[in-house]
């Protein structure tokens, strides 16, 4: 597979998993993958503060395996689409290990 068609399904598997844990909300309420493959192995995606749970994050880390598991997900979180500029934090995903911003762990743990 080339490189553009692997990060091709990688981003639509990712986008698949957000609607799976959300199946009450739009994919446009909830992702925004950038289109750019920039060929560095890493996916970057854009999500809803609403979008993120353990669960999200656990399924997503679980699609860097095999012909993904030199791969990393860049997620970042946003309040909103409707105001980009509340940025809340960004995590990191490898297939062993996740990297996540205080304040995205915050919102995962219902402090924020």
């Known amino acids: 597979m080339t490189?553009?068609?692997?990060?091709?399904e990688l981003a639509r598997?990712?986008?698949?998993?957000?609607?799976t844990s959300n199946?009450?909300?739009?994919?446009?309420?909830?992702?925004?993958?950038?289109?750019?493959?920039?060929?560095?192995?890493?996916r970057?995606?854009?999500l809803v503060k609403r979008a993120l749970s353990v669960h999200l994050l656990s399924k997503l880390?679980?699609?860097?395996?095999r012909e993904f598991g030199d791969w990393r997900i860049f997620a970042n979180l946003l309040e909103s689409f409707d105001s980009?500029?509340?940025d809340v934090g960004c995590v990191l995903l490898l297939h062993d290990r996740a990297v996540i911003q205080l304040s995205v762990q915050q919102v995962l743990d219902g402090v924020a």
């Not at 598997?13 to 609607?19: G, K, V």
């Open 44 to 46: 970057s995606v854009t």
């Open 13 to 19: 598997r990712i986008e698949a998993e957000i609607l």
């Open 3 to 8: 490189y553009a068609r692997s990060d091709e």
């Open 84 to 86: 980009p500029q509340t």
């Open 61 to 65: 880390q679980s699609l860097l395996c």
């Open 23 to 42: 199946p009450l909300l739009r994919a446009s309420e909830l992702v925004s993958t950038n289109a750019d493959w920039y060929p560095n192995k890493c």
